[in-house]
């Protein structure tokens, strides 16, 4: 889809489907809606006067009205969009609503659309929180490249052709607010694509997808971007003794790979970083299926489990979008990937490795594999001079018990390191929650007969003993786990996505990062 971006008057806009954003600026629960058109244009507000005053349109989230050849306008459609309550109103509506734009006119024939800026400005002050021009333009440009895509790779029978235009027609005003437009939609694109590159390699079937072709993906996408990409296997996880790693690899006739893309800040002459300056490890679990091993998992859903590597593509579509958006830091990516598999050779429970970090671990359930890839992948992130850590991973099933499918997990060592993150949550629009893993919970992975074991024996708290065990191999480096078992997969069907991967934690790390740049 080639988006743009104009600055002009949208009712002067030639285009077969102009959109336009409404609210619902009513106050108090019981109250009839009220509704207002997110625009300065009269010419915009004629046209849909008596559609509004028909009470047929509420304004409701991603709700959607059509007007054909509407009068005073170049467009040969209005299509207007709720917003929903005013009152509540925040970026991350306007990034569902662009979506619920362009997911209605997809199916529809639409190949050339248009969404007109919301002017918050055009409602009081009473009425909306003041909006940051930047973040709502980004969120705009995000809401329609992501909710553009279909997963039909696989279909012979494409019937939703792409959108195959889309242009953002902003109100010429002055010039700060235009130029926080454009910075808004630059990033908007660099980031929405990079969350689509994620999404596409988790839609990836397992058989297609094996741990050496996520290593070759990863490897294009960085020669594209110009990052420094190395792919490893087993000879080399045997040369760095990352004994966890090797345990859930060996039982697959797939070869394991560890992908390590480092992104080095491109600077102004003559500028350096300081010696000092931090350097960040992003760490991702890349099974490209999980089929719980010799502690096999039951067959109820598990073809859902090659998406046991949304961490690892959450972690190559940040380090795509961090190439585009050359943020001031060191950046180094890193996947641990895998499959998961019952086999004679595979790993079994009561068996005791090494990691790479010398701890010693005792297997308590094959299927807790992710945080032993982890394990070794955050070690080995230390030995490369990362100074902060952040992992992503389909970690657990109870984080989706305890969370549903609406916050993942979040997990941190670090209070300074963990507060960039939530800081962040405001531009990414994603929810995550913070969860304990404080040492009160250490004794649950002690083991008998090893330094510690790959679960915490019993059903209680699973989300947190699986952080403690990744925290084991953070230790004093300040670190973030991420926990997407329960939002990297949209099992529902909304106005602005389908059924499929999310690409959840791409834009969240990218703010995390940003906020580190010198
Ligand atoms: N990949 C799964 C986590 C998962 C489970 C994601 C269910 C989504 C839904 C992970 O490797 C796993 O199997 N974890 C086990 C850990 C247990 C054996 C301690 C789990 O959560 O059941
Ligand atoms: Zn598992
Ligand atoms: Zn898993």
Same mark, same amino acid.
Request: charged share 25%.
């Given at each position: 889809?080639?988006?743009?971006?104009?600055? *002009?008057?949208?009712?002067?806009?030639?285009?077969?489907?102009?959109?336009?954003?409404?609210?619902?600026?009513?106050?108090?629960?019981?109250?009839?809606?009220?509704?207002?058109?997110?625009?300065?244009?009269? &010419?915009?507000?004629?046209?849909?006067?008596?559609?509004?005053?028909?009470?047929?349109?509420?304004?409701?989230?991603?709700?959607? $009205?059509?007007?054909?050849?509407?009068?005073?306008?170049? $467009?040969?459609?209005?299509?207007?969009?709720?917003?929903?309550?005013?009152?509540?109103?925040?970026?991350?509506?306007?990034?569902?609503?662009?979506?619920? $734009?362009?997911?209605?006119?997809?199916?529809?024939?639409?190949?050339?659309?248009?969404?007109?800026?919301?002017?918050?400005?055009?409602?009081?002050?009473?009425?909306?929180?003041?909006?940051? @021009?930047?973040?709502?333009?980004?969120?705009?440009?995000?809401?329609?490249?992501? &909710?553009?895509?279909? =997963?039909?790779? !696989?279909? &012979?029978?494409?019937?939703?052709?792409?959108?195959?235009?889309?242009?953002?027609?902003?109100?010429?005003?002055?010039?700060?607010?235009?130029?926080?437009?454009? *910075?808004?939609?630059?990033?908007?694109?660099?980031?929405?694509?990079?969350?689509?590159?994620?999404?596409?390699?988790?839609?990836?079937?397992?058989?297609?997808?094996?741990?050496?072709?996520?290593?070759?993906? $990863?490897?294009?996408?960085?020669?594209?971007?110009? #990052?420094?990409?190395?792919? !490893?296997?087993?000879?080399? #996880?045997?040369?760095?003794?990352?004994?966890?790693?090797?345990?859930?690899?060996?039982?697959?006739? *797939?070869?394991?790979? #560890?992908?390590?893309?480092?992104?080095?800040?491109?600077?102004?002459?003559?500028?350096?970083?300081?010696?000092?300056?931090?350097?960040?490890?992003?760490?991702?679990?890349?099974?490209?299926?999980?089929?719980?091993?010799?502690?096999?998992?039951?067959?109820?859903?598990?073809?859902?489990?090659?998406?046991?590597?949304?961490?690892?593509?959450?972690?190559?579509?940040?380090?795509?979008?961090?190439?585009?958006?050359?943020?001031?830091?060191?950046?180094?990516?890193?996947?641990? &990937?895998?499959?998961?598999?019952?086999?004679?050779?595979? !790993?079994?429970?009561?068996?005791?490795?090494?990691?790479?970090?010398?701890?010693?671990?005792?297997?308590?359930?094959?299927?807790?594999?992710?945080?032993?890839?982890?394990?070794?992948?955050?070690?080995?992130?230390?030995?490369?001079?990362?100074?902060?850590?952040?992992?992503?991973?389909?970690?657990?099933?109870?984080?989706?018990?305890?969370?549903?499918?609406?916050?993942?997990?979040?997990?941190?060592?670090?209070?300074?390191? @963990?507060?960039?993150?939530?800081?962040?949550?405001?531009?990414?629009?994603?929810?995550? +929650?913070?969860?304990?893993?404080?040492?009160?919970?250490?004794?649950?992975?002690?083991?008998?007969?090893?330094?510690?074991?790959?679960?915490?024996?019993?059903? =209680?708290?699973?989300?947190?003993?699986?952080?403690?065990?990744?925290?084991?191999?953070?230790?004093?480096?300040?670190?973030?786990?991420?926990?997407?078992?329960? @939002?990297?997969?949209?099992?529902?069907?909304?106005? +602005?996505?389908?059924?499929?991967?999310?690409?959840?934690?791409?834009?969240?790390?990218?703010? =995390?990062?940003?906020?580190?740049?010198?």
């Amino acid at each position: 889809m080639d988006m743009k971006l104009v600055f *002009q008057d949208a009712a002067g806009f030639q285009t077969p489907l102009l959109t336009v954003f409404a609210v619902d600026a009513s106050i108090g629960k019981d109250a009839d809606p009220l509704i207002a058109l997110l625009t300065t244009s009269d &010419s915009i507000t004629n046209a849909a006067a008596s559609l509004i005053a028909s009470d047929e349109f509420k304004g409701a989230l991603g709700e959607q $009205a059509m007007l054909h050849a509407p009068a005073g306008l170049k $467009a040969e459609r209005l299509l207007i969009v709720g917003l929903g309550k005013a009152k509540t109103l925040s970026v991350d509506e306007v990034r569902k609503a662009a979506g619920a $734009a362009v997911r209605w006119a997809k199916p529809r024939g639409v190949r050339q659309m248009a969404i007109a800026f919301p002017e918050e400005h055009a409602l009081s002050d009473e009425h909306l929180e003041n909006l940051p @021009c930047t973040l709502l333009s980004r969120a705009l440009t995000e809401g329609a490249i992501l &909710s553009e895509r279909d =997963w039909d790779t !696989y279909k &012979s029978d494409k019937k939703d052709r792409s959108i195959e235009g889309l242009t953002i027609v902003a109100p010429s005003g002055e010039e700060s607010t235009t130029r926080e437009i454009q *910075q808004g939609f630059d990033e908007g694109k660099i980031i929405a694509s990079a969350q689509n590159f994620a999404r596409a390699l988790v839609n990836e079937p397992s058989n297609v997808l094996t741990p050496t072709e996520l290593g070759r993906r $990863a490897a294009a996408m960085c020669s594209e971007k110009g #990052l420094k990409c190395e792919v !490893y296997s087993t000879a080399k #996880l045997e040369e760095l003794k990352m004994g966890a790693f090797l345990a859930v690899a060996k039982g697959s006739v *797939q070869p394991p790979a #560890l992908v390590v893309m480092t992104y080095e800040p491109k600077l102004e002459k003559g500028k350096q970083l300081p010696k000092d300056a931090p350097v960040l490890g992003l760490v991702g679990k890349g099974i490209t299926f999980d089929t719980g091993g010799i502690s096999l998992k039951s067959a109820e859903g598990m073809e859902k489990m090659k998406y046991d590597m949304a961490g690892a593509a959450a972690m190559i579509g940040a380090m795509h979008a961090i190439a585009d958006l050359n943020p001031a830091v060191k950046v180094i990516g890193i996947v641990c &990937s895998a499959e998961n598999m019952p086999s004679g050779t595979a !790993y079994k429970p009561g068996d005791v490795f090494t990691a790479m970090s010398g701890k010693t671990v005792e297997i308590l359930n094959t299927d807790a594999e992710g945080r032993l890839v982890l394990a070794d992948g955050l070690h080995y992130a230390k030995t490369l001079g990362c100074t902060h850590l952040i992992n992503a991973a389909t970690l657990t099933g109870a984080c989706v018990v305890a969370l549903g499918m609406i916050n993942a997990g979040l997990f941190s060592n670090n209070e300074d390191t @963990c507060e960039r993150f939530t800081r962040g949550l405001r531009a990414s629009g994603e929810k995550f +929650w913070r969860l304990p893993c404080t040492d009160d919970y250490k004794d649950l992975i002690k083991s008998q007969i090893a330094d510690i074991q790959n679960t915490g024996g019993s059903r =209680w708290g699973g989300a947190t003993t699986a952080a403690m065990f990744l925290k084991e191999f953070a230790e004093d480096t300040p670190w973030i786990h991420l926990d997407i078992a329960g @939002c990297a997969w949209n099992e529902e069907i909304k106005p +602005w996505h389908p059924k499929g991967p999310s690409g959840v934690a791409v834009r969240s790390i990218v703010e =995390w990062v940003r906020t580190f740049a010198s």
